[in-house]
T-cell receptor
């Protein structure tokens, strides 16, 4: 069955380190998204991509970057991790107008 | 994108129908209504979507008013496993458009 997977599921890193969160989908969807969710809050969009070599900033993109070199993967990089980036990160993919599929999340703690 | 308004929380007795309302009075003619839910700590899960006709699937029913300014998600026989945050999202019919999450409704199903 097609799926979307995130890795790692849990990560602890130090302030200032570069961190990359992986997202891999086998739906062959062109559209992929990264969200963050902080305790007691809804999901906020970080970056998104509509296809290979396409990336766009969401509402909370500062300090994050993404690259899309193939259809299956959209890695999220924190250039220099900050404590404010401690959060749960969700990756999603979708087709043109249908449902979006979300990964199980990566819980990132920056100490 | 049209803004949605949902009650922050609701309770429902196990085995009874859960009716979750959503107001989207500024919805445009080409915008769909989507419902997702997020069970504690998991990634959001697609439930159902519709344009103007009522829709039903194995999970729920979606009732959209004739003027499309509001909708109701119906879980016909709520179980304890339906306890979750339910998000009503209005999304334009454009390729790859992202989902914008609001606060949602926290549904508590009680024995």
């Amino acid at each position: 069955d097609a799926e979307i997977t995130q890795s790692p599921r849990h990560k602890i890193t130090e302030t200032g380190r570069q961190v990359t969160l992986a997202c891999h989908q086998t739906w062959n969807h062109n559209n992929m998204f990264w969200y963050r969710q902080d305790l007691g809050h809804g999901l906020r969009l970080i970056h998104y991509s509509y296809g290979v070599q396409d990336t766009n900033k969401g509402e909370v993109s500062d300090g994050y970057s993404v690259s899309r070199s193939n259809t299956e993967d959209l890695p999220l990089t924190l250039e220099s991790a900050a404590s404010s980036q401690t959060s749960v990160y969700f990756c999603a993919s979708s087709d043109r107008i249908g449902e979006a599929f979300f990964g199980q999340g990566t819980r990132l703690t920056v100490v | 994108d049209a803004k949605t308004t949902q009650p922050p929380s609701m309770d429902c007795a196990e085995g009874r129908a859960a009716n979750l309302p959503c107001n989207h009075s500024t919805i445009s003619g080409n915008e769909y209504v989507y419902w997702y839910r997020q069970i504690h700590s998991q990634g959001p899960q697609y439930i159902i979507h519709g344009l103007k006709n009522n829709e039903t699937n194995e999970m729920a029913s979606l009732i959209i008013t004739e003027d499309r300014k509001s909708s109701t998600l119906i879980l016909p026989h709520a179980t304890l496993r339906d306890t979750a945050v339910y998000y009503c999202i209005v999304r334009p019919l454009r390729a790859g458009n992202m989902l914008t999450f609001g606060g949602g409704t926290r549904l508590m199903v009680k024995p």
